[in-house]
């Protein structure tokens, strides 16, 4: 370990040469109440920022180990300190140069509350990794800038941002009361009979289609649960709050078009994860395992059984072992729900706006045109029943364009000018008043789920191959693709990152040939909630990269996404 002035002689030391002269930097410093450490030097202005940390020992920083004992708390401890210490650095970070010199940042958090890489509290420490860019002008040092950087703008962060005495202590509080309500709630909705819950007065519209933040202004309309649904839930901190309770079984959202149908279900996607206060959905809470399910053709699709939702397929393609690079908008759809099933979803989320109507539908006039022979699609309608009965799956449906779902509902909402009303009897009255005609196709029961073993030789990786991930809906792994951009519950870049690794991870350690891909996601997840999601990144003990944790549907969902995936049905 080094003295900070020692840094300081070495910064000195450097001036106006060239940008390579900064890797001498690397290394430990303490400071006066914190230690730095440079992990990482980037090798030009232009290369991704220097990668650095900060630790401050807990017995100075301060923070009482009663905010951080559960883990939502602590994860919400994390996530306040990584906006603090991003905001406070923004207020430092100026062009100091060519390139990225001068920028300060740490990884950006978004709506959700999420575990991240980005900060550590325990017992011990708390530290927080963040990015510099290390300035220069051109190629050259500017070593008075790099001295205002690291002598005094990072200390004046750690001053700011990682002492429990200078952050508002109410403020944190809040959000750690927050969210240990939020996954209480979560928690209480499986024994309660509930699948979601919207509070009352919650605020499901977002600003714009490019963005997560409420929307606001005298049009908002706030959540007002129908009398038949309003239950009253007590959370530890908040006490009692009501809402509308939507029960297990199948629900279907109703009404006309524009008025709220979309924004309530994805309200609901959303509701697996814990919210920021202020985010109007703070209590808009799902089961945690719940899974948006929607067609996206043009996937790839290993080994899948789909043949409870398609069969006879022209030429006699195989549906019970079903692969394909290029699925359609129904096959996709049905592999899409077998996968959830595979890692044992007990929600399905369906919206017509992003389903293949065939899937859906095949009404009674088109049952009498095209015979049943023909027909390769059992749609959802004649299997949703078979869903909870045999796999305990409710589903929540958002449907405006076919009254034939009344008569397998269980509950009909309908959403009128943002508002929701319960109209399951009048519903079920039309239905019984006005037969569809159609007849239910089931050619069989929905049988077991076939389980997956995948194929370590998909996961081969060169030394010299890239695995990585690009924004939020791309992943390399050598030279195979994972596209992600329909897979929905994926809210965060941070996310799709750690995916790329963990995917590494999973290959190296349990896809053996033997383990079912089930049983891979599950074990993958025990050691990140154990040890934490630093055992993924290949710098131990260092900076470990930008990365929050993915549901284990998400990892499920890029491995089966994996474009070349092999597997073996079990
Ligand atoms: P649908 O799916 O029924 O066609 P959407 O959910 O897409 O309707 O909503 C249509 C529009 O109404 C969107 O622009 C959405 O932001 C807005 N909106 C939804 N809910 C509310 C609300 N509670 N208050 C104000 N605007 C809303
Ligand atoms: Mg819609």
Do not use: W
């Not at 958090?109 to 708390?126: K, P, S, Y």
């Amino acid at each position: 370990m080094q003295s900070a002035i020692e840094l300081q002689k070495k910064i000195a030391g450097i001036d106006r040469k060239t940008y390579g002269a900064y890797k001498i930097l690397m290394g430990d410093y303490q400071f006066n109440n914190f230690t730095l450490f440079i992990d990482h030097v980037q090798s030009d202005p232009f290369a991704p920022p220097s990668r650095m940390r900060v630790r401050v020992p807990q017995q100075l920083a301060g923070f009482p180990g009663r905010l951080y004992q559960t883990r939502p708390a602590r994860v919400a401890v994390e996530d306040f300190l990584t906006r603090c210490f991003g905001a406070v650095a923004c207020g430092y970070c100026g062009k100091k140069g060519t390139g990225k010199s001068g920028l300060i940042t740490i990884d950006r958090c978004g709506q959700e509350i999420l575990e991240r890489t980005a900060m550590v509290v325990n017992d011990e420490f708390v530290e927080a990794r963040f990015s510099v860019g290390l300035p220069a002008r051109g190629r050259t040092i500017t070593a008075g800038a790099a001295g205002d950087i690291l002598l005094e703008y990072i200390p004046g962060i750690v001053r700011q941002a990682l002492f429990y005495k200078s952050v508002d202590p109410n403020k944190l509080k809040t959000r750690v009361e927050l969210a240990e309500d939020q996954t209480a709630l979560r928690n209480m909705l499986h024994t309660m009979g509930l699948v979601a819950f919207v509070a009352d007065g919650s605020v499901l519209p977002r600003e714009s289609g490019g963005s997560e933040l409420p929307l606001q202004g005298p049009g908002v309309v706030g959540f007002k649960s129908p009398p038949e649904y309003r239950v009253k839930v007590n959370l530890p901190h908040r006490g009692e709050i009501t809402g509308m309770g939507i029960p297990r079984g199948i629900t279907l959202i109703v009404g006309g078009g524009y008025h709220g149908k979309s924004t309530l279900l994805r309200a609901i996607e959303r509701g697996v994860y814990n919210h920021v206060p202020g985010d109007g959905r703070e209590f808009v809470i799902t089961l945690p395992d719940a899974v948006k399910i929607r067609a996206e053709d043009g996937r790839s699709v290993a080994g899948v059984d789909i043949s409870g939702f398609i069969n006879n397929l022209p030429f006699g393609r195989d549906t019970v072992n079903f692969s394909t690079s290029n699925a359609s908008g129904s096959t996709s759809q049905a592999a899409n729900i077998i996968e959830a099933l595979e890692i044992g979803a007990p929600l399905l989320l369906l919206d017509e706006d992003t389903s293949a109507t065939n899937f859906m539908i095949r009404d009674a006039r088109m049952q009498r045109l095209v015979a049943k022979e023909k027909e390769p699609i059992t749609p959802f309608i004649d299997r949703a029943r078979d869903l909870l009965d045999n796999f305990n799956t409710s589903t929540i449906l958002v449907v405006g364009g076919s009254g034939d779902y009344f008569e397998v509902a269980d509950q009909v909402i309908l959403m009128e000018n943002y508002s929701p009303r319960d109209v399951t009897a009048r519903a079920k009255q039309i239905s019984a008043s006005n037969p569809s005609g159609r007849v239910k196709e089931v050619p069989g029961r929905l049988g077991g789920i076939r389980e997956r073993i995948p194929l370590p030789e998909s996961f081969r990786l060169e030394s010299r191959d890239k695995v990585k991930a690009r924004g939020m809906d791309d992943i390399q792994l050598g030279r195979r693709n994972i596209e992600l951009q329909f897979v929905e519950q994926l809210v965060d870049p941070g996310q799709t990152a750690a995916l790329a690794l963990i995917i590494k991870y999973a290959a190296q350690k349990y896809i053996n040939g033997k383990a079912t891909l089930n049983q891979v996601v599950q074990a993958v997840l025990q050691d990140l909630e154990k040890e934490g999601l630093d055992i993924i990144s290949a710098y131990k003990g260092r900076h470990p990269g930008d990365y929050a944790l993915p549901r284990k549907y998400e990892i499920a969902a890029a491995i089966n996404r994996l474009r070349g995936l092999k597997v073996q049905q079990a």
